[in-house]
């Protein structure tokens, strides 16, 4: 196991206890099917706590978290299959701005962000771009000192309760070329935004994004224009990562409630944990958690200490790979095991499954990032 | 690329291609095809033109309305069915207490039941699972006593399919407690309207209601409404569901759902290109296509080995295991073609939905997620193992 800090530590009991004491599953029912989709208490809550200043410079006022206390964080929130906007509007798109706003603008946006007060969304995905964070048809045109943009994204998680989108945009070249991608910060109430938000089947939120010559001004950019896809490809790593220490959280907490029903139904007048065949599958489940912990904690290290970029991406591509495969692998397994009762609506072992499947999806699956692997150079 | 049969089964096979393609309706094909939930009234619509025809009951003899058929023909028809996205046959009904009223049943059970089958009139569902019988079916409880002419039912039924809309329940019950426990069981049939049923919904993780759990107190069930002798329920229900060979494998529909799935890849785009043209999921299109056609030569023969009799044995559960399997391979690799369009719980709210012609959108990681139950109902994938290995390996 990785070595910790007192502080992570703490951090890590103070999730375990948000959990515990605010997010039972029944709980976690009632709050997933009102209209947001997560409570505005435990967003303050969240804030109180520090998990929303956490993964920010210190410099920003933010706590100066790593990637390992944003893993922290996540595996215990994928524990108790927490539903909310904490990767993509903290992780994903406040890193944006964090990582490529110029100062005045981290100083307008960041500290409502870390008080809970704003919350971002991140519109990156369009419909033919599948994982291609660089398939961007979306268009930014200059518009005297600002831009106009136009195009469509589509499953912009948590838009619906965000004031600001972070929407990336073509300044220049063809959809798919890596030069040319700018970021932009887009007020959700301009006129020509249209934005209609679904519920996703492991019960999160997203929208479906359009723009009709959106009026945003240039101290709204992001960074330089013409020059953002390597700020988005850093910061998805860093929101894959953490998507992978949710995922553990949750493939532990599935695996555990296997095991215990395992050892408390009987059939042909033994425990089902008696048999060994089914012993031998639990096995192979625990095997899987472990690798998946251990690959998902060795790269939130990894991409912290990445000399370069090709490190951090394959650190990343790595453990979500590994995640990818292991959560489906558990999933399955959990419900298999459990049988009927597995199918149930009732028990949260099907929508652990439903968030590992999600999960192999958010920013790349499996495949794509197999092939992510190994088209980046080791040196 | 197809196994082809004898230029006669064939022939039929185009017979009745041409009848259902010709009859389906495309509200039903389109509905069977995004694999929604059929409601009663939309299976009755199909179901009267194959009645029309004659076609209602492939497996019964002629002389109770059925086709008469082979199983060769049978399996043919099984087959255009599937391709075709045509309504499965309304399930209980024809492959299970139709057949089990043709060998056991008296002259006037036979003629108070089968036509009420045939016509769509009246919907069976089966009482067999109880909370702590599953995989261990024998070991079931749910009691029925004698009192006169009648059996006083006490006890609950779980993972009860399509109770909430059935209007007869031929059911398992134990009527003795003998020392084995797969003597004393008892098949009876009961109005699902009789006082002292009630039925409770359960609603599965992919949001839907199918099955239910009913509970019985003090039930009461006309003697002349058992099948077969009393104590006979466990050689009944194991000689019925040995009859079932057509529709275990599930090869055609299978093969259906990979030629949706091949029109998705076609639509969806990787990289500017069709998701066909890259080579990773066009490597794992191919091999489902070939462990597809494994199946199906094995299914094929199965079927057709004339030493194997009325009924398949350990085979069924080859059947049954692998293509459970191969369903739920398929079904995840369409839920990995739409990728992030996999997502989105309404079916209208992704725009590749709207663009993905409406043949191929549908309710692809629900369906995925449903699908988790075939290797479990029916006998999990564990427990058909367990026969393999006893049965066919002698271990």
Request: hydrophobic share 40%.
């Given at each position: ?5 007192d ?9 375990d ?12 029912r ?12 435990h967003?303050?809550?969240f ?6 200043s ?5 410099a920003d ?9 944003t ?7 994928g524990?108790?299959?927490?539903a ?10 406040g ?6 706003g ?5 100083r307008?946006?960041l ?13 990156f995905t369009?419909p033919?771009s599948?994982?291609?964070l660089a398939d961007?048809?979306t268009?930014a ?6 831009y ?7 499953l ?8 600001s ?8 070249g ?6 040319g ?6 007020d959700?109430?301009?006129p020509?935004?249209e ?5 996703t ?8 994004v359009?723009l ?7 101290c ?6 013409g020059d953002?896809?390597p700020?988005i490809?850093?910061?998805?790593d860093h929101?894959v990562?953490?998507l ?13 409630a ?10 042909f ?5 008696s ?15 472990e690798?998946?912990?251990s690959?998902?904690f ?11 970029e090709n ?7 790595a ?5 990818g ?6 999933g399955r ?8 009762m597995?199918?149930t ?10 968030r ?12 794509h ?8 150079s080791?040196? | ?10 022939a ?14 495309d ?6 095809e ?17 009645l ?12 109770h309305?059925?086709?008469?058929w ?18 499965r ?20 059970q ?11 009139e ?16 024998a070991?079931l ?9 009648e ?11 399509s ?7 031929f ?45 019985f ?6 003697v002349?409404?058992?099948i077969?002798?009393?104590?006979a ?5 194991k000689?019925v ?13 299978s ?19 069709p998701?066909?043209?890259?080579p ?6 191919a ?17 057709f080995?004339p ?13 049954k295991?692998?293509?459970?399997e191969?369903?739920q ?7 990995d073609?739409?990728g ?22 549908g309710l692809v990681?629900e369906?995925y ?13 564990e ?6 290995a006893?049965a066919?390996?002698?271990?």
């Amino acid at each position: 196991m990785i070595e910790l800090s007192d502080e992570q530590r703490l951090l890590r009991e103070s999730v375990d206890r948000f959990v515990r004491e605010h997010y039972d599953f029944a709980n976690r029912r009632r709050i997933v099917a009102a209209d947001a989709g997560f409570s505005p208490e435990h967003w303050g809550l969240f804030a109180e706590l520090g998990w929303l200043s956490a993964p920010f410079a210190e410099a920003d006022g933010g706590l100066g978290g790593s990637a390992l206390d944003t893993a922290l964080i996540m595996e215990g929130l994928g524990r108790g299959l927490f539903a909310g906007p904490y990767l993509s509007g903290v992780v994903l798109a406040g890193g944006l701005v964090a990582r490529g706003g110029d100062e005045p603008l981290r100083r307008r946006v960041l500290p409502g962000l870390m008080r809970g007060e704003q919350l971002l969304a991140f519109a990156f995905t369009e419909p033919q771009s599948r994982y291609n964070l660089a398939d961007i048809e979306t268009r930014a045109v200059r518009d005297g000192d600002g831009y106009r943009l136009s195009g469509r994204k589509s499953l912009v998680l948590y838009a619906a309760s965000a004031s600001s989108l972070v929407v990336s945009a073509r300044t220049a070249g063809a959809t798919r070329d890596p030069v040319g991608v700018s970021l932009f910060l887009v007020d959700r109430a301009s006129p020509g935004l249209e934005e209609s938000s679904y519920q996703t089947v492991d019960g999160h939120r997203a929208s479906e994004v359009e723009l009709h010559d959106v009026r945003v001004e240039s101290c709204n950019r992001i960074g330089e224009a013409g020059d953002a896809l390597p700020l988005i490809e850093a910061v998805c790593d860093h929101g894959v990562v953490a998507l992978c220490a949710e995922a553990v959280g949750g493939m532990d907490a599935l695996y555990r409630a296997t095991l215990d029903y395992l050892k408390q139904r009987e059939q042909f007048g033994s425990k089902l944990a008696s048999f060994q065949a089914l012993q031998h599958r639990m096995v192979d489940v625990y095997m899987a958690l472990e690798l998946s912990r251990s690959l998902t904690f060795a790269a939130a290290r990894g991409i912290d200490q990445a000399r370069d970029e090709n490190e951090r991406q394959r650190w990343a591509s790595a453990a979500k790979v590994q995640i990818g495969k292991a959560g489906r692998h558990i999933g399955r397994e959990a419900v298999q095991l459990h049988g009927g009762m597995g199918m149930t609506d009732d028990l949260a072992v099907g929508h652990y499954f439903q968030r590992l499947c999600a999960i192999n999806a958010l920013l790349g699956d499996t495949t794509h990032h197999t092939q992510r692997f190994a088209g980046v150079s080791d040196h | 690329m197809e196994i082809r049969l004898s230029d006669s089964l064939e022939a039929f096979r185009g017979e009745v291609s041409a009848f259902i393609e010709e009859n389906l309706p495309d509200d039903i094909r389109r509905r069977v095809e995004r694999q929604e939930f059929l409601d009663r009234d939309t299976h009755l619509r199909w179901h009267r033109t194959l009645l029309e025809k004659g076609w209602a009951a492939p497996s019964w003899p002629r002389d109770h309305g059925g086709t008469g058929w082979s199983l060769a023909e049978q399996y043919v028809f099984e087959q255009a069915l599937a391709a075709h996205d045509a309504p499965r046959m309304i399930a209980f009904g024809f492959d299970m207490v139709g057949p089990m009223l043709i060998r056991f049943g008296t002259e006037t059970q036979k003629r108070r039941f089968l036509s009420k089958i045939l016509c769509g009139e009246e919907w069976w569902c089966q009482g067999f699972s109880e909370p702590n019988s599953g995989s261990d079916l024998a070991s079931l409880q749910c009691r029925a006593e004698r009192d006169g002419d009648e059996y006083v039912l006490n006890g609950s039924k779980m993972w009860t399919t399509s109770a909430h809309f059935s209007d007869w329940m031929f059911g398992l019950f134990r009527t003795e407690h003998a020392e084995r426990k797969q003597l004393g069981i008892t098949v009876l049939m009961l109005d699902m309207k009789s006082p002292g049923l009630t039925i409770q919904p359960i609603i599965t993780f992919d949001g839907g209601h199918e099955v239910n759990q009913c509970f019985f107190d003090e039930v009461r069930v006309p003697v002349a409404q058992r099948i077969g002798d009393e104590g006979a329920g466990w050689s009944i229900a194991k000689y019925v569901l040995g009859l079932e060979r057509l529709g275990i494998a599930e090869v055609a529909r299978s093969k259906a759902m990979l030629a949706r799935l091949n029109r998705i890849a076609h639509t969806e785009r990787s990289n500017g290109l069709p998701l066909a043209r890259d080579p990773s999921f066009a490597q794992r299109l191919a091999g489902l296509e070939i462990d597809l056609l494994a199946l199906e030569a094995t299914e094929q023969s199965f079927l057709f080995d004339p030493a194997l009799g009325e009924a398949l044995g350990a085979e069924a559960s080859i059947l049954k295991i692998r293509g459970s399997e191969l369903q739920q391979s398929v079904s995840e690799l369409t839920v990995d073609a739409l990728g992030y369009y996999a997502l989105p719980r309404e079916p209208d709210a992704g725009s590749n939905r709207e663009q993905v012609p409406p043949r191929s959108a549908g309710l692809v990681a629900e369906t995925y997620f449903n699908l988790r139950k075939i290797s479990i109902y029916g006998g999990s994938n564990e427990i058909q193992k367990n026969i393999v290995a006893k049965a066919v390996l002698g271990l």
